[in-house]
């Protein structure tokens, strides 16, 4: 059975051309986009109980337990800069993601909101992904000489903004 805040979600989708796919018995739909350096998979998921919905947005990297403390220092020194959302690591299985949550006034939502979370999920874990493949893959010389804080300013490996300021068409 689905909730109105479940239709809200399917609605940005369908709305926007955006292929979703539901998670049969959960509240949950799920989409790839292609961004400018990445695929970023999408996890779009209504809470009803709370009238929340929560977007998230993964990182196609997987991250080894050597460089875990490297990758939690940097997700940890981005989402200072954020204001919406967060970056978050799951050690266990080395994956990175971002997660945006709203909470509604309403037990339908606003599907322009919703799309707004997740344009931000998508242009976040793009914003993410050239700084996170260079970690990786630096030799041990590079990181014991990097400083991370100069390093994660670079603004040569943001992806281009759109005229319309949109990246999801």
Request: charged share 20%; net charge negative; with cysteine.
């Amino acid at each position: 059975m689905s909730t109105p805040l479940l239709d809200s979600i399917r609605r940005a989708f369908t709305q926007r051309g955006w292929h979703c796919d539901p998670v049969p018995g959960r509240e949950v739909v799920e989409a790839s986009f292609e961004a400018h350096h990445t695929r970023v998979r999408v996890h779009a998921q209504a809470f009803p109980d709370i009238k929340a919905v929560s977007v998230v947005g993964y990182a196609t990297a997987d991250v080894p337990a050597a460089r875990a403390g490297l990758i939690a220092e940097a997700l940890m020194r981005l989402n200072q800069q954020l204001t919406l959302g967060n970056f978050e690591m799951d050690y266990d299985a080395g994956r990175v993601f971002f997660r945006i949550t709203n909470v509604f006034l309403s037990e339908a939502g606003d599907s322009s909101i919703i799309a707004s979370l997740v344009h931000a999920a998508v242009a976040e874990i793009d914003r993410l992904t050239p700084f996170l493949t260079l970690l990786l893959r630096m030799e041990a010389a590079e990181l014991a000489r990097l400083n991370l804080r100069l390093f994660l300013q670079r603004e040569d490996l943001l992806p281009p903004v759109e005229a319309d300021g949109k990246l999801l068409s």
